[in-house]
């Protein structure tokens, strides 16, 4: 069975018939119905939509003053459907070439300013688009510094954590030796050592390693050294007199002790060759710890000559400024050399 709504206007019927008699009698019928039904057209949809999007508060509503919401969309669906149907016929006329000049004028004013609308929205989403590629290129340059930043921050934070743990270790161990709670009753010499090689084998190595400062915590040593022991020699010595005054005053224990710990036997002969103070004192303790029947008279000479034959040309003579500084140097280079 056919709604209302399914039904077609033909524009053969006499209605039509009737319009486009009337459009003969009076032409400028075919030019208002041109305007005023595609206007006519866009507003009853307007309306139809409306109606199909309201809730049911307005729905509710429609019930209340007594309109059927039902019959209401079916009679402007018609409605629309007529005017599609006369909006056909009036197409024709324009075919036929039975529309006036005015309503062509009208009809192509409104292309034009379609054309012109969406020219300008292409435009507009044109430079929109251009402002969303300069903001992108802005927050790409800003990423680019903000991580820039972060990163330096974080390089600052590393070293800060370095130092930090560097002085603490620096000042644990130095304070501990000062205190006479570490080497004790060892001679100076040999505390010298063992205490440059226990520096220099903490966080105070790491401190260097990534600084790339080996100056600061060196010459702080030395001077802590120079300041606090009491046993430095205030003017020059024979180097071979203080290694052999050295081991005769220790113990057979401590001889092995220190000897174990500063052999240098172990020890490539590559880092040996920038290590002359190390290598005396090491192979010293080690004639030292031999049988007395096989030990030389004087232990540290012999480790001297050995040195000045297989290693260095190293001074027979020195003072405890340069002795100490040497022995730093030699073990902080030795530590980095290792570690590297």
Not at 142 to 147: D, E, F, H, R
Not at 234 to 248: A, E, R, T
Request: charged share 25%.
């Amino acid at each position: 069975m056919n709604t209302p709504h399914d039904k077609k206007i033909d524009i053969s019927s006499p209605f039509a018939t009737s319009l486009e008699e009337l459009q003969r009698r009076v032409p400028v019928v075919g030019d208002k119905a041109l305007i005023d039904l595609i206007n006519g057209i866009q507003v009853s949809k307007d309306i139809i939509r409306y109606r199909k999007n309201r809730g049911f508060i307005g729905q509710l509503i429609d019930q209340i003053d007594g309109s059927d919401n039902k019959r209401k969309l079916l009679l402007d669906g018609n409605l629309i459907a007529g005017q599609e149907a006369l909006c056909n016929w009036v197409l024709e006329l324009t075919d036929s070439l039975r529309i006036s000049q005015v309503a062509l004028e009208v009809t192509q004013n409104s292309l034009l300013e379609a054309r012109d609308a969406i020219r300008q929205q292409k435009q507009r989403l044109q430079n929109q688009e251009d402002a969303l590629i300069q903001l992108s290129h802005q927050l790409n340059l800003l990423a680019q510094k903000i991580t820039t930043r972060l990163n330096n921050i974080e390089a600052r934070l590393r070293k800060l954590e370095v130092r930090v743990a560097a002085n603490e270790d620096f000042d644990y161990i130095v304070t501990a030796w000062t205190a006479g709670q570490t080497y004790t009753n060892l001679p100076w010499a040999v505390q010298v050592a063992l205490l440059a090689r226990e520096v220099f084998s903490s966080s105070v190595i790491k401190y260097e390693l990534e600084t790339g400062d080996q100056e600061r915590l060196r010459r702080l040593l030395v001077n802590k050294i120079l300041s606090t022991s009491k046993q430095l020699p205030n003017s020059f010595f024979g180097l071979g007199d203080l290694l052999d005054q050295s081991w005769s005053t220790m113990t057979k224990n401590d001889r092995e002790l220190t000897a174990g710990l500063l052999e240098i036997r172990s020890t490539p002969h590559q880092r040996l060759i920038n290590t002359p103070y190390l290598f005396v004192i090491g192979t010293s303790l080690e004639l030292a710890t031999l049988p007395e029947e096989a030990r030389p008279i004087k232990p540290g000479q012999s480790a001297i000559a050995l040195c000045r034959a297989q290693i260095d040309n190293i001074s027979r003579t020195t003072d405890a400024q340069e002795f100490i500084t040497a022995v730093v140097q030699e073990t902080a280079n030795d530590c980095l050399a290792m570690i590297r």
